[in-house]
């Protein structure tokens, strides 16, 4: 492996490290309260984040579900493992046995809330009379619309008797406190998951209005549910009165993490955001150009971080293409660099899954082009077809680090030496 890349594996590693639940969730845990105490949970971090409650204060009651792949051992939690990115039958049951579990607790009673990215799909209880089939396809066209995260989730959260704050709702009168990791842009609690124990103060017009702009192909009993009632609990309602939030790892500190690591030896840092959006391809170029412009100036090695979270909206996609937008993103990069010399860049997502592959995304240096047309292999083609791993995997240059059992979004690192 070339040095840099080594180096920025070492960078990625110790972002994903910085957001381990090990050390987050003890450090914000406290002591254990009186009385019963519930412990439940979704996301691809949430396992870990049970595995972390129960060393600290031993065997407890309780379920969390997470993606297929990220179960963690547990004494007393139990650990129920199910689809991301799009639900399936195992999250639905297990949805619904976590519902029953807060049914009947009383005014003494403490559910702590495990919550992470990934939650939206684990959680799984679909509203009216949709279907999971329904719930199933509806998720897989706002996944290839382009749509950013905060407007999927709301769509999400009006289709869900979970969602939008109404997790917390069902435990009432019970306190709820709610430990979130955050995999969003802003860090905003009620688009964690889609904000299962957070009022949200959407109505079922926006969500409409979010189906109409990217025209979305909305079955009829999803159409009924959105121009009925919603279930989503607004802010101030008197079922969030005793449930609390708070994030206890972010994109902005395992940023730093990197930062510090990279300046240590003696290389300069710039970060350039921890809540970046867009088009994948269109961020690429940009900070393709910014990195050229950088190395065109400067002697003195520099490095460039941001996170967030970039879409790909799919156009002319092949069946047996396949990608996410940290490889695209990748990919994007490598096209506007065109064998710059001297750059080298990575970009993952620290859950260990770009899209929904078993792949975290992809590395690039200077002579990536050059091994792709050696190879036969046509960048500009992958891009048309958004088969980004397909790209890398021919190359060489994907980054596998299998479940890493956090999630605090994307990770991107350009090396100018």
């Given amino acids: 492996m070339p040095e840099p890349v080594a180096l920025l594996h070492r960078l990625f590693n110790a972002a994903v490290a910085a957001a ?53 051992p547990t ?42 990215g990934g939650g939206s799909a684990l959680l799984c209880a679909p509203a009216g009379e949709i279907t999971l089939a329904e719930k199933q396809a509806v998720n897989r066209a706002l996944l290839e619309s382009g749509a950013t995260i905060d407007r999927m989730n709301v769509l999400r959260k009006h289709l869900s008797r979970v969602k939008g704050g109404q997790l917390a709702a069902a435990a009432y009168p019970a306190r709820m406190r709610t430990l979130m990791i955050s995999d969003v842009p802003g860090d905003d609690p009620a688009f964690i998951a889609s904000g299962p124990t957070v009022g949200d103060a959407t109505t079922s017009a926006d969500a409409r209005a979010i ?34 939030t ?65 879409t790909v909206t799919q156009r002319g996609k092949s069946a047996t293409a396949s990608g996410g937008p940290n490889a695209e ?23 260990g899954v ?28 992958a891009m048309a077809v958004h088969d980004s791993h397909g790209f890398f995997a021919a190359l060489g240059q994907q980054v596998v680090p299998g479940p890493t059992l956090t999630n605090v979004n994307d990770f991107r690192a350009i090396l100018i030496l």
């Avoid at 650990?79 to 297990?94: L, N, R, T």
């Avoid at 189906?211 to 549910?225: E, G, H, I, N, T």
């Fill in 20 to 72: 381990d639940p090990m050390i987050c969730v003890p450090e914000a845990l406290g002591p254990k309260p009186d009385g019963r105490v519930v412990i439940v949970g979704a996301g691809k971090a949430s396992a870990r984040m049970a595995e972390a409650v129960e060393s600290v204060w031993g065997p407890c009651e309780g379920l969390v579900i997470t993606r297929y792949g990220y179960g963690r």
């Fill in 75 to 116: 004494k007393g939690i139990e650990i129920v493992e199910a689809a991301h990115p799009v639900p399936d039958q195992a999250g639905v049951e297990a949805t619904r046995r976590m519902l029953d579990l807060l049914e009947g607790l009383g005014e003494d009673d403490t559910v702590i809330a495990l919550i992470s």
């Fill in 211 to 244: 189906a109409d702009m990217f025209k979305l192909d909305l079955p009829a009993s999803v159409r009924a549910v959105l121009d009925g009632p919603t279930g989503v609990v607004a802010p101030g309602d008197p079922r969030l009165s005793r449930a609390t």
């Fill in 246 to 310: 708070e994030i206890i790892a972010a994109p902005s500190v395992s940023l730093e993490a990197a930062a510090e690591l990279a300046q240590a030896e003696g290389i300069g840092v710039e970060i350039l955001g921890d809540a970046l959006e867009g088009e994948a391809r269109d961020l690429a170029a940009k900070q393709a150009r910014l990195a050229m412009d950088l190395s065109a100036k400067g002697t003195k090695p520099l490095l460039l971080l941001s996170g967030g979270e970039c």
């Fill in 329 to 351: 993103y990748m990919l994007g990069l490598a096209l506007t660099l065109a064998g710059a010399p001297r750059i080298w860049a990575m970009a993952c997502d620290t859950d």
């Fill in 354 to 381: 770009d899209g929904s592959a078993e792949v975290a995304g992809a590395w690039v240096g200077p002579g990536t082009l050059t091994l792709a047309h050696r190879l036969g292999v046509s960048a500009p083609e």
